[in-house]
């Protein structure tokens, strides 16, 4: 058996001279922790079975593009709304298609994900201009204009085109032509949705009175579970849940005042920047790595 | 006569009072200990006990696993134990004799001015909150171990590894060995070394082989204090360990899991098995502390006796 | 007779405050000589200055001559180190190193850079013989010094010092903390060790000065009163003070 | 021989002295990097405004004047970095958020400018009340018409740059709406939240500490369950702050609750802290009343006062200044705990933190950016300077307080 | 004459060891009573009895009677804290707290719970006064008694003393930590406070003892060896270790 060895690493040393920026070594695997959104998304798109124990977790998305962009050997995922310049990492090509916005709301792109919501069962408030004031967010945060132009700038991918102005839709809530302040919106769940939430959120208090807001991200686990579920009267109950995926069976959001999906997000697998020979891998392929079977970058593509 | 009677009952009263009083408080500050370990029993013990709402762990996978992993419901704590028994003791080694001989310095050596600032250092050291250390081993460490292990030709994950956190925790535990040693150092008895110094011997003599020597046990003691420390380092550790999902890891430039690393990885999940199951590791934890503790203070009481 | 010690002159201040003032003393070759006097009057101090261990104490400044064996130890030549080994001291606290016996008297020669194992053996065999603790401690050379009693402890101190084959034997009250058993068992000793050694003694109980010294020296606030051969200072005392002392009437 | 023998002792001696040295540099230069790291990293980011404003942008939704909507401004004569438009009179810089995001910051507002005389658009006690567009707030989003009376659209929700933005309001004929924002990236939130940990904390620890103390050093014989508190507080020494954090969670959180918290809040990081600052106030009481000399207390007692008159009228007074270094160094380790208060406090930088809120200490806060979705080290290294700082001082203060109290009784 | 104490059959045990032994004494009202001896030898031991201050001591015990004006102080239904405002204490190292001298005199009445100002402020002058310190101080008697030289604190602790109007002052090596002009300023206070209080005195001076005392009392290893009026011990003592102790042949 020596004669195989021999020519791989010929083919090794080719590679090297053809792509000099090709990272060689063996793959470093960077997955995010279990209560993630963004790992399940990712692990159901390239249908993985079972992660290789060698996987590194790491604790956020920043914390993600921290660690890839320092390796050279490193794969890891992202949300697409990072924003990728100078991060020192780069996002890669999905069975030959580019992410991007167009690509993820007409489908193509096959590694997307829903930005779900849920809220508190109706009359489950504690009082009426609470219960109203989430109606007016929900209804700003799904249909309005406004909405959709902040998420969409804070890299959440909507369709405009299906947009209300909020001068219309406001009509609705008269509950936002009287001073909130005193009205505090808690949510919980996902952490991938922080970005997008937060900034859907700061846009709409002032429109609306001055209301308050305690964001409080944890993980899509906890969505349903702090606003439905068995922690919903607890020290860690929320008016509104969101997950990064769509609710589970098993999460039962019939009796919410309002739920459903605000916007799509992308995952994308990202590598070192320096890795520039990787532009492109397939669902198996990114399979074969997370679960251990391709260990070294030079084994890609054989 | 100044005695007034109804006074002096009065103040008979206050007194029998107070001491009531300060007896409450020691109890209550004493009962602390026994109500943390008790609560923290109670709780860390549930994942084990057969109607456990979340599905049952085995308590002996659990104990003595090797692969701790949330999304496979694979609770195993055998290796992180071995893990941090492995980065304290190393950080231990590094650390102690570094301490011990600044320690010496800043005792008998150095001139008063130098002693006096290298002092300020040590107890400013010791004044950092460990989330600067953190902050430093994120920024710096990791640098440092990816440049060492470049020189051998190894990646790691970006620098995250068993040694970022060794040195880490070696860096975090000097400053309290170094100032039980300058105790230890300071109050050996000053005859001794007069005695060996009419004996002929060097100021350096005396310094290396009698006065660390008679220092050995508040030394020894400021070691167990620091290995304490190293055990029970948690949001620093956790910045640079990586987040092995099996071991142990013997190797310096792997990534790495403590059971401190262990109780903030989960945090985010706030009821439920990983919740409950991050009382159970502190459960271990607290055990690996105070079983060395006790183990040491036997050797403690070994090497004092010589 | 000659002289080993000859102080000339010696003044001695700590700081500002001056303890010693114009000592002037020749001390002979293999007698005992004490030193008494109240507290406080400088005998510490001075026979401190006797092997330099006033060195160590910071702020102290000698003036004028001390001559030992020829060699003036004050000299900026002298190296001190060796000059400890030839005038060796005991405390008044026995203060045995927290290590084994065999440690402890090996302590010294070790530290000259002697390694030989059966020479260590025989300097701590004869030391202990010397300091009569031979038999009391040969089958236990290796277990801790801190077990011993106070009073094997001192003279264990003393053997340690015999260990590094002195000239001379300082010793600052070094039965004070012993009980009466032990401190004529010292005393004992000190009889027996002039043969060998010069020695020097300080002493607060005047009984043990006259019982085991050739010469005494009365000190009162660091200056030398009288100073003579023991049986004149205890029975003839020439100045009122020594009498006075001598007599009880202060200190 | 013997010189030969004393040269390499002399050798010896001086490898051994070395050695010493190099450690003690060792020291330092840790000390000196992580000065010159947490310093290089966060120096540019310390001012006043960190201190006083808020982690949270102030979101502002506004309309102009009317007076001023036609207003054709011609102001030549601003030198502010980035974009200037004559016809606005304000200046738009690209720049980096302290949270470490793109957003386009208002460099220069002429007085003249309708960006000057905004009126405010959000319901509630401030509704139509002038708003002044300051230097260092972020254009969100500009509402405009053109003279044909279109409807058009600028700012940083456009992802438009700061050029763009300029180039695009230069169309416009009148603003319908402006949505802007404060500089966020404050610590004020945070800073009062440790303020509220250290009097709770402390106020809660101080008596029960010194108490313990008391009883420990003045009352306590060596009977069996006096050596049981004494060991059972030692022990507490040896517990690690992580572990303080699940108890704070368990025993405490009921606690809490009974004066009406909700969620881990300040109240049980105080709470929490107060049993992690027991071992360190009883030790240095105790060291405090080693101090007092017993003469003292036998001088009070056989003038005929009780033992607990001799301890608050004679012993306590004497020992003020070991209580105040015990809370020095209390406060120093409120400041700079982080394990134990992830559990109890929460992560979340509340602006307005109330005793029953969450909220973030200074600490806590830099866990929060290190772990959160975007680690900044900037912000994270200039926090760690202004906890240095402070640790710094107190550490001033507990030496000075220490000098004073040898000399006392001399 | 009348005795204020009497001492029956009096053993003090620290723990197992016996530091008293047997001890019988009468102590006379109006007299000065001093206590000599060699050191450890139960002085102060003794004196503190008589106040019960050694209560406060770990692991000692008495056993026998002491009678304080006809009354068992150590009965159980003695109370200390009275007891101890009729027998006042000075030490040997003057010992003021750390406040202003007039609250260090009026620290005793105020624990008994006067707080009428005028009161007070006699009290105050009354016992300066009484302890010859009121010229030296009344112009300054807010400021830091730590301020005061250490013969004048001394006065000061004794005038402390006094402001309690105690029956019996003991005084503990009073002078021991003063200077011989303090000294002797203290030993003519104590001459003219008998006139109005019983005083007990320990020191180590047997000069001081025969200067000032009509008693004294010589104890020794625990044991009242002789206790006679102060003459008779110095020029007749009855037993030869009194006399040798007085001639300074031990100690
Ligand atoms: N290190 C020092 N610094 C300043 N003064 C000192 C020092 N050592 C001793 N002295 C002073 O020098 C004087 C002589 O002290 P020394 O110890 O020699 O007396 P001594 O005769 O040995 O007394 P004792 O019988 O109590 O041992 C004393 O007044 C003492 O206070
Ligand atoms: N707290 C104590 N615990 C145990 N033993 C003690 C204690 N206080 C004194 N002793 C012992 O009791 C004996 C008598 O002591 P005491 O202090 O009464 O002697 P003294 O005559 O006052 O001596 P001095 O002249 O030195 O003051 C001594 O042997 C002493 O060691
Ligand atoms: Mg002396
Ligand atoms: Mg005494």
């Known amino acids: ?302 | ?306 | 007779m000659k002289a080993y010690f000859k102080v000339r002159d010696l003044d001695l201040y700590y700081g500002e405050k001056q303890a010693l003032n114009k000592v002037n003393m020749d001390i002979y070759r293999n007698k005992v000589t004490a030193f008494i006097g109240p507290s406080g009057c400088g005998k510490s101090t001075f026979i401190r200055c006797l092997n330099r261990m006033n060195d160590l104490i910071e702020g102290c400044r000698v003036e004028g001559e001390i001559m030992a064996n020829g060699e003036d130890i004050y000299s900026s030549k002298t190296d001190v180190v060796n000059l400890r080994t030839r005038v060796g001291m005991v405390f008044q606290k026995p203060n045995p190193f927290p290590m084994s016996i065999y440690d402890n008297i090996a302590y010294g020669p070790r530290c000259q850079g002697l390694k030989d194992k059966k020479k260590l053996n025989e300097i701590v065999e004869r030391s202990l013989k010397q300091a009569a603790l031979w038999d009391e401690v040969h089958d236990r050379l290796h277990e801790s010094a801190m077990a011993l009693s106070g009073g094997q402890q001192q003279r264990l101190c003393i053997a340690r010092a015999i260990a590094m084959e002195p000239e001379v034997i300082l010793m600052d009250e070094p039965t004070s903390a012993l009980d009466p058993i032990a401190t004529s068992k010292i005393e004992e000793l000190v009889d027996e060790l002039k043969k060998d050694y010069t020695i020097v003694i300080v002493t607060h109980s005047m009984q043990q000065a006259s019982r085991i010294s050739d010469y005494t020296a009365f000190f009162l606030l660091g200056e030398v009163i009288e100073y003579d051969l023991t049986s004149t200072v205890f029975k003839n005392p020439s100045d009122k003070r020594t009498e006075d002392y001598i007599t009880g009437r202060f200190g | 021989m013997r010189e030969k023998m004393k040269a390499k002792m002399q050798a010896k001696d001086t490898f051994n002295n070395a050695l010493t040295y190099i450690s003690a540099g060792l020291g330092v230069l840790i000390l000196g990097s992580i000065l010159v790291f947490v310093l290089s990293k966060g120096l540019k980011g310390l001012n006043f405004d960190l201190i006083k404003s808020n982690y949270w942008s102030e979101n502002y939704l506004a309309t102009v004047e009317e007076s001023y909507q036609t207003n054709e401004l011609n102001d030549e004569h601003s030198s502010a970095q980035g974009y200037y438009s004559t016809k606005w009179g304000i200046a738009i810089d690209d720049t980096l958020s302290a949270k470490g995001e793109k957003q386009l910051e208002v460099t220069y507002v002429s007085p003249n400018s309708p960006f000057a005389h905004l009126l405010n658009a959000t319901a509630g006690e401030n509704f139509e009340k002038p708003l002044k567009m300051h230097t260092g707030y972020t254009i969100e989003k500009i509402d405009y018409m053109t003279a044909d009376g279109t409807i058009g659209l600028a700012g940083k929700i456009l992802a438009q740059d700061a050029k763009t933005t300029i180039e695009t309001l230069d169309k416009a004929s009148t603003i319908t709406s402006v949505y802007f924002k404060s500089a966020g990236g404050g610590i004020r939130g945070s800073l009062i939240a440790t303020f509220y940990l250290i009097v709770i904390s402390l106020t809660i620890s101080l008596p029960i500490g010194i108490a313990s103390a008391i009883y420990l050093k003045e009352y306590a014989g060596p009977t069996k369950i006096n050596s049981l508190i004494r060991q059972g507080i030692e022990t507490l020494t040896g517990v690690p702050s992580i572990v303080y954090g699940l108890m704070g969670i368990t025993v405490l959180f009921p606690v809490t609750q009974l004066v009406g918290a909700t969620t881990t809040s300040i109240l049980l990081g105080g709470l929490t802290m107060a049993v992690i600052l027991l071992p360190t106030i009883i030790r240095s009481t105790e060291e405090a009343l080693l101090v007092v000399p017993k003469s003292l207390r036998d001088a009070s007692l056989s003038l005929g006062a009780t033992q607990s008159q001799t301890i608050f009228k004679v012993v306590l007074p004497c020992c003020i200044n070991g209580i105040l270094t015990g809370v020095l160094l209390g406060i120093g380790r409120v400041i700079g705990e982080s394990a134990a208060l992830i559990y109890t406090m929460g992560t979340f930088i509340n602006d307005n933190p109330t005793i029953l809120s969450q909220g973030t200490s200074l600490a806590l806060m830099i866990w929060s950016f290190m772990s959160g979705e975007n680690p900044n080290f900037e912000l994270a290294s200039t926090i760690s300077i202004i906890i240095l700082a402070i640790v710094l001082v107190l550490n001033i203060i507990v030496k000075l307080i220490g000098k004073r109290f040898a000399k006392q009784f001399v």
């Open chain 1, 1 to 302: 058996g020596t004669t195989p060895s021999e020519t791989t690493e010929t083919t090794t040393e080719e590679t090297v001279e053809t792509t000099e920026s090709a990272a060689t070594g063996n793959i470093f695997v960077y997955t995010r922790d279990s209560s993630s959104g963004t790992r399940e998304a990712f692990e159901k798109a390239i249908g993985l079975e079972e992660l290789t124990a060698d996987a590194i977790e790491v604790s956020s998305n920043g914390d993600m593009i921290t660690k890839v962009a320092s390796d050279v050997n490193a794969i890891g995922y992202a949300s697409l709304s990072t924003d990728f310049s100078n991060s020192g990492a780069t996002p890669i090509n999905f069975e030959g298609v580019v992410p991007s916005s167009e690509t993820v709301l007409d489908g193509s792109y096959g590694m997307q994900r829903p930005f779900s919501y849920v809220t508190r069962a109706s009359g489950d408030f504690g009082s009426d201009d609470k219960e109203a004031i989430i109606a007016a967010f929900v209804d700003f945060l799904v249909n309005s204009t406004e909405g959709l132009q902040v998420v969409q700038a804070a890299g959440g991918e909507v369709d405009l085109s299906k947009s209300t102005p909020w001068a219309e839709l406001k009509k609705n809530h008269p509950i936002v032509d009287q001073d909130n302040s005193s009205l505090t919106i808690v949510t919980a769940g996902s952490t991938s949705v922080e970005k997008t939430l937060t900034a859907a959120l700061e846009a709409f208090q002032p429109m609306a009175g001055n209301v308050q807001f305690t964001i409080n991200q944890t993980g899509s686990s906890d969505g349903h579970k702090r606003t439905l579920g068995e922690e919903k009267d607890s020290v860690n109950a929320a008016d509104i849940g969101f997950a990064s995926r769509n609710f589970k069976d098993e999460e039962d959001v019939s009796s919410a005042l309002s739920s459903g999906v605000y916007c799509l997000d992308a995952v994308v697998a990202i590598v070192n920047a320096e890795n520039t020979a990787i532009t492109d891998l397939t669902a198996e392929e990114l399979a074969g790595i997370y679960s251990g079977e391709i260990k070294s970058w030079a084994d890609l593509g054989k």
């Open chain 2, 1 to 306: 006569m100044l005695i007034n009677a109804e006074k002096v009952k009065r103040n008979k009263a206050i007194d029998k009072a107070a001491r009531m009083f300060f007896l409450a408080m020691a109890l209550l500050s004493s009962s602390f200990i026994v109500i943390l370990v008790l609560f923290i029993f109670m709780k860390g013990i549930s994942p084990f006990l057969p109607n456990y709402q979340y599905g049952t762990v085995n308590l002996i996978d659990f104990l003595f696993g090797m692969t701790y992993r949330q999304d496979q419901k694979l609770y195993g704590v055998g290796f992180i134990v071995i893990n941090t028994l492995i980065s304290s003791f190393a950080a231990l080694l590094i650390s102690l004799p570094i301490s011990v001989l600044t320690a010496l310095f800043i005792v008998k050596i150095a001139p008063k001015q130098l002693s006096g600032l290298m002092q300020a250092v040590v107890e400013l050291l010791a004044s950092i909150p460990s989330i600067v250390y953190g902050v430093f081993a994120a920024g710096v460490l990791t640098d440092f171990v990816k440049w060492l292990a470049s020189l051998f030709n190894v990646t790691t994950a970006g620098g995250s590894s068993l040694l970022a956190v060794i040195l880490l925790l070696a860096i975090m535990i000097f400053p309290t060995i170094t100032s039980m040693a300058i105790t230890a150092i300071g109050a050996v008895d000053r005859d001794l070394e007069h005695a060996s110094l009419a004996l002929g011997a060097t100021e350096t003599q005396t310094n290396f082989k009698v006065v660390l020597i008679s220092a050995k046990s508040g030394i020894f003691a400021g070691a167990i204090l620091g290995l304490g420390r190293a055990f029970g380092e948690a949001t620093a550790v956790s910045m640079v360990a990586g987040n092995k999902l099996y071991g142990p890891t013997f190797s310096l430039f792997d990534i790495t899991k403590t059971l401190t690393s262990t109780m903030l990885a989960g945090l985010k999940e706030t009821t439920g098995l990983d919740y409950d199951i991050r009382f159970s590791v502190g459960i271990v934890l607290l055990v690996v502390i105070f079983g060395s503790n006790w183990l040491l203070n036997l050797v403690k009481q070994k090497v004092g006796n010589m």
